[in-house]
């Protein structure tokens, strides 16, 4: 009995939850219960066909229908709830003041809630459709009494808790409705956008990016009670996979990356950016770095509140056939939600060097910048650095060390100090990494310069280890509303024999200020 209590408690708080906050963010508007209630008619015969219909769909796909139907309908809900978002966000303070006059409402806002029923319905399709496959084993195992009075349980306690919910939306104040509601649904986009990214993973579409990134099941177990109203509510995940995190960060800051442009520029701009963002994925290869010696990239110290996105990489030759063409390819999206912190999550392709070699998807890597000082507080500007990388095949590694930068009149500096050791099956020595980037203020969209990479690579003889230095070209041009597009570009020259002869090194990087 409690197994089907739990069940449908579950998916009915997941769908009840979605529907409260779209209540109590609309209450007043005219015939959005017509809406809801057309939404949840249609959501429960949508749930009752696709469980009839659960075996056929499972056969399409090559074994992967139901994976690939339920992704579809978690990214149709996600842009559905995201595009409802932005719009509240934009007219929801004049919708507060109409409220107080009901019955006076403009036309722009009627007409919006018929999205309401298209939200409402694929919560409760999703939903209710996994509550009856699930219930529907319970049956088949013989505990059919006992599903019955269990679901009827569940129903029960989904359905008090929701009231209860409504009821404390309902004592806050019209204006803070908004605000809040747009940071629950915002959070339950990203819990939809991670769970059918896991989806894809399951019907092999996509890679997993490594598996438990983190793993919190110990402390809060994602089957207990806490945990499931917590993964209801803002996409709570004990043990996520690295396409996980990804889509959920991805979503997140997207979305709030829509509000503010739509308040500042309007809807009928807000399409700039998500198409800006489309072409920078689109144009990113498809494939990453198979170690620290070949991430070649000088970290910078300053952080500043901004959502940026990155894709970069390098080719390199050699006159050895062997040791030729090898590539790297990243591509990496950041927030800093504090002046002091930013975190990156960036996926990571890689070609080995030598003939008959192919582009293939290497690892998923999380890295972690802490600004330790303001900047030209002291002599030095400082900041720790901390990346964990989970790889497609092979070890997995740690990176960390200091991070720190320098003006001196039209010159600047920035220098790593970094450790890097492997974990896990085929671990090498801890290895350590040394950079240096020195570049002449010319012009802010033009500042030459070069840089100097070595990697020691775990080796105790020089001429085993890493060391490329050459020129390079940097620079940062300002778009719009504090937006910048930086770049750098780089030629390397390899000067011990285990580097490769020549380098080509870039980096894109579009800048959102927050």
Known sequence: MYAAALIVFRELLEAALIVTILMAATRGVPRRGFWIVFGIAGGLMGAGAVAALTSAISSLFEGSGQEIVNAAILFTAVLLIGWHVVWMNVHGRR???????????????????????????????????????????????????????????????????????????????????????????????????????????????????GNNVWNTDNLLPEQSIIGQILAALIGYIARPSGIEVTFYVLTAAIIFLLMKKAKSHGLKNVVAAPALLLTFLIAAPHSASAGPAESLEVLSPYVSQELELEQQGYVAHDRNTNANNAQDYTTEIGISPTPY??????????????????????????????????????????????????????????????????????????????????????????????????????????????????????????????????????????????????????????????????????????????
């Open 341 to 514: 912190y930013r975190v990156e999550f960036e996926g990571e392709f890689a070609r080995d060097p030598g003939p008959d070699q192919n582009l293939l998807y290497d690892s998923f890597n999380i890295e972690n910048t802490f600004m330790l000082t303001e900047p030209g507080e002291y002599w030095l500007d400082t900041g720790l650095f901390y990346e964990m990388d989970f790889a497609r095949v092979g070890p997995n590694n740690v990176i960390f060390g200091l991070l720190g930068a320098k003006e001196i009149g039209p010159f600047a500096e920035t220098f790593n100090l970094l450790a890097h050791k492997d974990y896990g099956p085929g671990q090498t020595p801890t290895g350590f990494i040394y950079s240096d980037q020195v570049r002449y203020h010319y012009l802010a969209a033009l500042e030459p310069g070069f840089e100097l990479y070595g990697d020691t690579t775990g080796k105790d003889r020089f001429a085993d280890q890493q060391l490329a230095i050459g020129p390079g070209i940097f620079g940062k041009i300002y778009t719009f509303n504090g937006q910048a597009l930086k770049y750098e570009l780089a030629y390397l020259v390899g000067t011990t024999p285990a580097t490769s002869d020549g380098a080509v090194r870039w980096k894109l990087e579009y800048e959102f200020a927050l």
């Open 95 to 209: 919708m507060a003041a109409e409220m107080r006059a009901a019955g006076h409402r403009v036309a722009e806002g009627e007409k919006h809630m018929s999205a309401l029923a298209i939200v409402v319905g694929l919560a409760v399709m999703r939903e209710g459709s996994e509550v009856v496959l699930m219930l529907q084993g319970l049956w088949t195992s013989g505990a059919a009494n006992d599903m019955v009075s269990g679901a009827a349980l569940g129903v029960a306690a989904g359905l008090l808790v929701s009231c209860l919910m409504y009821l404390g939306f309902l004592a806050l104040p019209v204006a803070r409705i908004f605000a809040l509601t747009n940071i629950l649904l915002v959070l339950i986009a990203s819990g939809m956008a991670a769970r059918g990214a896991n989806f894809l993973t399951q019907a092999g579409l996509v890679p997993s990016f």
